[in-house]
């Protein structure tokens, strides 16, 4: 039996790779135990024992960005968080632990380093985080989602996936979808989506030009976010959504996509093959335009600017590409083979490599 600890956590960004690959260690042994290491703060909280798993807690300790008063603090709150990962190793017998980055992260690769056994990195986004790079340095094997992401020894391994999206079978499942979302499934569907929380400047934009779309003879699936006010006007062909907790059958639906591009967003559009129209959010260290980069590169994608995406924008840079048969087509074929499904199998043959080099 092998013990596995996972670590990180903050957002789904992290918390939703971790587990697709929890969840694929234990489909191939459910002899082995596979443990998560997060705080108590983190979305990791609800999300890991809501999947079944335990949850190992570590303080939070932010890395300092100023100097100030944490940062005098910072030292001392680290080893303390050193030291409790170290008795979550030595407690459970864990033989790996495996990173995905979040304030989890950084103490669990001092610790594992500490305790003499190997820790493996996986970095989501095409710009890495501050725990990834600095464990990225001692670690026995670094996976990351996109070509071309800073890290020492990083090998291309895409990102692991939920089982939905993985096994998604978008031309058998259409019919299906089109039911659940009120729209014909013989007519092409547009899908807008900004993230769980939606995306004010997708949302204006459309509300601006939804009759464009329609106009083209193409449907509109919108999903709004639930925190978004906007009137759904109710038209035959505009399917408008607060929130979608079935997100694959939007995706089985999707003849293209407009959103942004977080990470695990670009990965799963790219792994199921849909040509998409990027607006990366603007705000942040730019990571959204740099994930979006690959498949923009093998022409599965197009990026447009957040700043100037409104109604007009649509109309002059997505209706038109609507009605091109021949560019619509040749954006799909690319998007065809931009992705990988296989980044749960991908991160799992990293880990046992590491295990085995131990041995």
């Known amino acids: 039996m092998t013990s596995y600890l996972l670590a990180g956590g903050g957002t789904a960004g992290h918390v939703n790779p971790l587990?697709?690959?929890?969840?694929?260690?234990?489909?191939?042994?459910?002899?082995?135990?596979?443990?998560?290491?997060?705080?108590?703060?983190?979305?990791?909280?609800?999300?890991?024992?809501?999947?079944?798993?335990?949850?190992?807690?570590?303080?939070?300790?932010?890395?300092?960005?100023?100097?100030?008063?944490?940062?005098?603090?910072?030292?001392?709150?680290?080893?303390?968080?050193?030291?409790?990962?170290?008795?979550?190793?030595?407690?459970?017998?864990?033989?790996?632990?495996?990173?995905?980055?979040?304030y989890a992260s950084a103490p669990a690769y001092v610790a594992a380093r500490r305790e003499g056994i190997p820790f493996v990195v996986h970095e989501a986004n095409a710009k890495p985080g501050l725990a990834n790079v600095l464990g990225a340095r001692g670690a026995a094997a670094v996976g990351v989602a996109f070509p071309g992401t800073p890290l020492r020894r990083s090998e291309v391994v895409g990102m692991p996936l939920r089982r939905e999206i993985v096994e998604l079978?978008?031309?058998?499942?259409?019919?299906?979808?089109?039911?659940?979302?009120?729209?014909?499934?013989?007519?092409?569907?547009?899908?807008?989506?900004?993230?769980?929380?939606?995306?004010?400047?997708?949302?204006?934009?459309?509300?601006?030009s939804w009759r464009d779309v329609l106009g083209t003879g193409w449907q509109l699936l919108h999903v709004t976010g639930e925190r978004s006010d906007l009137a759904d006007p109710g038209a035959p062909g505009y399917a408008m959504r607060r929130y979608v907790d079935r997100m694959d059958l939007a995706f089985a639906l999707a003849d293209l996509i407009v959103s942004r591009s977080g990470a695990a967003t670009v990965s799963e559009i790219s792994a199921l093959g849909i040509p998409?129209?990027?607006?990366?959010?603007?705000?942040?260290?730019?990571?959204?335009?740099?994930?979006?980069?690959?498949?923009?590169?093998?022409g599965a994608a197009r990026l447009l600017d957040d700043a100037a995406f409104d109604g007009d924008a649509v109309r002059r840079e997505v209706v038109p590409l609507l009605s091109d048969s021949a560019r619509l087509t040749q954006i799909a074929e690319a998007a065809e083979s931009t992705g990988t499904r296989n980044g749960t199998a991908n991160v799992i043959a990293l880990v046992d490599r590491s295990l085995s080099t131990r041995k």
């Open 169 to 208: 079978d978008r031309a058998a499942t259409r019919a299906e979808a089109a039911r659940y979302f009120g729209l014909d499934p013989d007519s092409p569907v547009l899908l807008v989506f900004g993230g769980s929380l939606g995306a004010q400047r997708l949302n204006e934009a459309f509300a601006d």
């Open 19 to 102: 587990l697709a690959v929890a969840d694929g260690l234990v489909a191939r042994d459910a002899s082995d135990a596979v443990l998560v290491l997060g705080t108590a703060e983190g979305l990791e909280a609800r999300l890991v024992p809501e999947r079944g798993y335990e949850l190992l807690i570590v303080d939070k300790v932010p890395f300092p960005r100023r100097p100030n008063r944490q940062a005098l603090a910072f030292p001392q709150r680290f080893r303390r968080a050193i030291a409790q990962v170290r008795r979550h190793i030595r407690t459970h017998g864990v033989d790996v632990v495996v990173g995905f980055g979040g």
């Open 276 to 298: 998409a129209l990027y607006v990366p959010y603007s705000v942040g260290n730019g990571e959204q335009r740099l994930n979006a980069a690959s498949a923009v590169t093998a």
